[in-house]
């Protein structure tokens, strides 16, 4: 067997108000074969997380760091990649609490960097729903070119996105493409992450890496999502239609016209499929076309001075 140099690898769980879930992420990732140090980046919670961490302390491998107020999912990486950034590893491996990783799923991953001599932007892992079909909303988005690659490797597909459950990317990586943006506070910061990485460098979902997404309820933030969601959670879908503008911007004047009228359509047919709260509905999407017009936020990068 050839000889390979271990490298090293820092988990990172983004956590808010979710200790029962916390626990058993942290369980799991204490579990995986392959060792990793364990960095547990808590968005302020008020509920007993830091009481629930504070036993996993005792491992040397297991950090806990709180951000001081909740920055959202986005601000939780970002500020957790600038904070292990200063540290000495090969990797980070991205995941929100309530995901739970299957012992060998490092490991495969981890196999892969040594497959293609760590010439990759990012390696998925599969995500499952609790009953062991795909989970919807980690599904990711193939490459248009995923057959062409010049070599192939196992349990491999190529992708454009993904998102951070089960998301491991290198040092170098972060360096040369910055941090996740933060202003995006939720939804979407993945997506858009992922995709400035996979635009410039192959990047794949690693098939026989699992992890299981613990939600309750397997379904993507869609449409239809939205016209059932409860009124004291609509106000959250803000963010997705303001962020996935930004990055329909991003990518061309016609991609930016297909979202608005994408956006147009959805607002008509709230008035006629909405059952309920039609007005605030309304506002939410229009209130996110109109901010998504001018939201351009800076990608920020490692190192930079006078960060905020």
Not at 33 to 57: F, G, M, P, R
Not at 73 to 84: E, I, M, R, T, W
Request: with cysteine.
């Amino acid at each position: 067997m050839e000889n390979r140099l271990e490298k090293k690898v820092l988990a990172i769980v983004v956590t808010y108000n979710r200790s029962f879930l916390l626990e058993e992420c942290i369980q799991n990732l204490l579990n995986s074969v392959y060792k990793c140090d364990i960095l547990i980046v808590d968005n302020a919670s008020t509920d007993n997380t830091q009481e629930c961490v504070k036993k996993y302390l005792i491992h040397e491998r297991v950090q806990y760091i709180n951000t001081g107020s909740n920055l959202g999912g986005a601000g939780g990486f970002n500020f957790a990649l600038k904070y292990a950034y200063q540290f000495d590893y090969d990797y980070f491996w991205l995941m929100d609490d309530d995901t739970m990783v299957d012992p060998e799923a490092l490991s495969n991953l981890i196999n892969v960097t040594y497959k293609t001599n760590d010439n990759f932007g990012f390696l998925s892992s599969f995500a499952k729903y609790t009953d062991g079909s795909a989970c919807k909303m980690n599904i990711p988005t193939l490459s248009k070119k995923w057959y062409g690659d010049s070599f192939f490797i196992e349990s491999c597909v190529k992708i454009e996105q993904a998102t951070f459950v089960g998301f491991l990317l290198s040092k170098k990586i972060l360096e040369k493409f910055g941090l996740p943006i933060k202003d995006f506070f939720i939804w979407a910061d993945d997506s858009e992450f992922s995709s400035r990485i996979a635009l410039q460098v192959p990047s794949y979902l690693v098939l026989n890496s699992t992890v299981t997404h613990k939600m309750k309820n397997n379904g993507d933030a869609n449409f239809r999502v939205f016209m059932k969601e409860d009124s004291d959670r609509l106000d959250r879908y803000f963010y997705s239609f303001r962020n996935r503008f930004y990055i329909a911007k991003k990518r061309g004047y016609y991609q930016a016209i297909k979202f608005s009228c994408k956006l147009l359509v959805m607002a008509v047919l709230t008035l006629f499929m909405a059952k309920e709260n039609r007005l605030k509905r309304e506002r939410i999407i229009f209130k996110g076309f109109f901010e998504g017009l001018q939201f351009n936020p800076k990608v920020e990068f490692v190192g930079e001075k006078n960060e905020d």
